[in-house]
């Protein structure tokens, strides 16, 4: 497989569903900002995080590709057939799980902090904003245009990603800085 088509040379990328739409299109864009997300947690999966905290980035990682997958389907298609794509309340349980989990270790927060630390650290807030932006264009597609579990995901991940990026910053021996 070529990893050129040349499909896309005019401007226009294909859907799951064969329809062709301009890249500059608001589904091109939303699932384009949760690739961003992802490629951010592979950043801090490479910036020297310990294991626990890169298990955690590699398996959201894996839902985001599915998250993906489902947001350039407007169909539906793909949904029955190929079940790593499932985004569910059950994975947005484990993002809270693990919210719960990493606050457990850190200090309570008392005021806003800004954001930098270990490279890990910083590599994570970025991501967050990032998950933020992915989720304020998923809502920008309109009611009823994804599954409701995949905007409760997205919103649920950056939560996850701020509480991470603090634990990382934590586990590095990062102090956070206050605003």
């Not at 592979?42 to 980035?57: H, K, Y």
């Not at 993906?68 to 994975?91: F, M, N, Q, W, Y």
């Not at 967050?128 to 932006?133: D, E, G, H, S």
């Amino acid at each position: 497989m070529k990893i050129y088509t040349r499909s896309g040379d005019a401007g226009e990328t294909g859907l799951f569903d064969g329809t062709r739409v301009p890249k500059s299109d608001p589904r091109v864009a939303a699932y384009g900002d949760v690739d961003e997300v992802g490629a951010w947690l592979g950043m801090a999966r490479a910036a020297a995080i310990d294991e626990r905290l890169a298990a955690m980035l590699e398996r959201i990682q894996r839902d985001l590709f599915g998250l993906g997958a489902r947001l350039a389907d407007p169909a539906h298609r793909i949904a029955e057939r190929v079940t790593k794509a499932t985004v569910s309340a059950e994975d947005v349980q484990r993002l809270e799980n693990w919210i719960d989990a990493l606050e457990g270790e850190l200090p309570p927060l008392r005021r806003f902090i800004l954001a930098g630390g270990s490279p890990a650290g910083a590599a994570l807030h970025v991501a967050r904003t990032i998950c933020r932006r992915a989720e304020r264009s998923i809502v920008s597609l309109g009611p009823g245009a994804v599954e409701p579990e995949l905007l409760t995901y997205v919103n649920r991940l950056s939560d996850l990603l701020f509480v991470m990026a603090r634990a990382a910053n934590h586990r590095a021996g990062s102090p956070e800085v206050e605003w």
